[in-house]
T-cell receptor
Framework: GDSVTQMEGPVTLSEEACLTI???????????LFWYVQYPGEGLQLLLK?????DKGSNKGFEATYRKETTSFHLEKGSVQVSDSAVYFC???????????????FGQGTILTVHP | DGGITQSPKYLFRKEGQNVTLSCEQN?????MYWYRQDPGQGLRLIYY???????QKGDIAEGYSVSREKKESFPLTVTSAQKNPTAFYLC?????????????FGQGTRLTVV
């Protein structure tokens, strides 16, 4: 079945440092890929998405590129802020099974803490 | 404002009791979902529904039940058969099989067994 693997966490950075959170996936079809962010005590918000190979999703300074050859969708940001402290989830949705973009397979999440 | 409303935010249950978590959406989405979140395990799908009066089991449906009598509402019942119900529960909705769409999530309900 489909699966998503995220890098081990938590990640602790100083403000203005560079961020990379690795994400790799296994899917039988041609999935769409997502990064969601969860702030403390809240639900999930979509951060960015990519629906086909070589697409780059971007939002709020975060970027991720859909790499089919390496089955990866790594999240990057050049300069993190304290307000970026949250849990980040990589996820995929595979429409090949006749489902929809809401039926998601999630990675285990990566806790990011940014210190001033 | 369009969105998804989950209630209550916190819920406490005694051993052996059934409890029902509410989820309402005003986004006019066809599909709705329930996910369970445990520390270090990401989110796992419990049930989903693509249309009124129809729903399918997800990966961890045992000990849970749902209904979909209205398009806007998708309540989740955690039954006494669920062996470890303490978790954070998230409801989501989306359009069904529409390109370039996304899932929207509620703020979650934290259930604790006491």
């Amino acid at each position: 079945g489909d699966s998503v693997t995220q890098m081990e966490g938590p990640v602790t950075l100083s403000e203005e440092a560079c961020l990379t959170i690795n994400c790799t996936y296994t899917a039988t079809g041609y999935p769409s890929l997502f990064w969601y962010v969860q702030y403390p005590g809240e639900g999930l918000q979509l951060l960015l998405k990519a629906t086909k190979a070589d697409d780059k999703g971007s939002n709020k300074g975060f970027e991720a590129t859909y790499r089919k050859e390496t089955t990866s969708f790594h999240l990057e940001k050049g300069s993190v802020q304290v307000s970026d402290s949250a849990v980040y989830f990589c996820a995929l949705s595979d429409l090949a099974g006749g489902t929809s973009y809401g039926k998601l397979t999630f990675g285990q999440g990566t806790i990011l803490t940014v210190h001033p | 404002d369009g969105g998804i409303t989950q209630s209550p935010k916190y819920l406490f249950r005694k051993e052996g009791q059934n409890v029902t978590l509410s989820c309402e959406q005003n986004l006019n989405h066809d599909a709705m979902y329930w996910y369970r979140q445990d520390p270090g395990q990401g989110l796992r799908l419990i049930y989903y529904s693509q249309i009124v009066n129809d729903f399918q089991k997800g990966d961890i449906a045992e000990g849970y039940s749902v209904s979909r009598e209205k398009k806007e509402s998708f309540p989740l019942t955690v039954t006494s058969a669920q062996k470890n119900p303490t978790a954070f529960y998230l409801c989501a909705s989306s359009r069904w099989r529409v390109e370039n769409t996304e899932a929207f999530f509620g703020q979650g309900t934290r259930l604790t067994v006491v």
